[in-house]
Structures are given as structure tokens and as C-alpha cells.
């Protein structure tokens, strides 16, 4: 299946998924909140969380569905990589400003399968 996401989504998943993340703040506004694995990540920590992440897991995002919920845009992906459980659906809660990413929420899809060893969300 092939979505279209908006500009800097598909940006967000194209550096993480090529692990290409030297640009990768550029992405994000200066104040952007990410919340992933119940850890908060603020302006250069958000790079050294996808460096992190990316060089742990090796996780590779498909998208699979794309909603819009009130000045949310929430991408459902296929991620796969080296951790236990893969692969895992994720929910990816994104909200744009000036079209950069200002918030960026990261779990488990709900009807996803529970297995142990999986990760709360992750990249």
C-alpha cells in the first residue's frame, strides 16, 4: 500500500528508515516535544534519540494507513528491525507547525498483537 503522506512525514520516515539523520533536526520545529518508549526528547535530544534508536534497532517504517484526528495526523507503519518482536505495528502521532514537526507521540497500535519482549514504540 502505498500512502501519501505530507512533506515532512515522509521526510521523517525517508532519514529514518535510510538512517540518513544528519539533517534530521531540520525537520522538527525548536521547541518540538517527541515522546517515544515513555521517554520526552527536546531540541538536540531529538537527535541523539533517532541516532540512538537507528544504530540499536535498525528499524525500517512501511506506512500503512494515514488519519487525520483534529490537528493530529496519526500514521499507522509496519516497523521492523533488531528487536525483539519484530515486527511491530506502531502508531505515529505527529503534529505539524509551519511545516516542521512540533510533536511527535510514538506507541503501539491498539489492535496490534501484544508479544513479549516488544517494545512500547520505538524510531
Known amino acids: 500500500m502505498n500512502i501519501q503522506l505530507p ?21 522538527f520545529t525548536n521547541n518540538a516535544l517527541v515522546t517515544d518508549e515513555g521517554h520526552e526528547y527536546r531540541g538536540a535530544a531529538i537527535k541523539g534519540w533517532i541516532d540512538r534508536a537507528t544504530a540499536e534497532y535498525k528499524p525500517h517504517a512501511q506506512a500503512t494507513d494515514l488519519a487525520h484526528v483534529g490537528d493530529k495526523i496519526v500514521v499507522t507503519a509496519q516497523v521492523g528491525g533488531t528487536f525483539p518482536g519484530s515486527p511491530i505495528q506502531l502508531r505515529y502521532n505527529f503534529t505539524l507547525k509551519d511545516a516542521k514537526v512540533a510533536a511527535l507521540s510514538i506507541g503501539r497500535h491498539e489492535n496490534a498483537r501484544a508479544r513479549p519482549g516488544n517494545s512500547a514504540g520505538l524510531l
Open 7 to 27: 512533506p515532512p512525514i515522509a521526510a521523517f520516515f525517508q532519514a529514518a528508515n535510510t538512517r540518513e539523520t544528519d539533517d534530521f533536526i531540520a525537520l
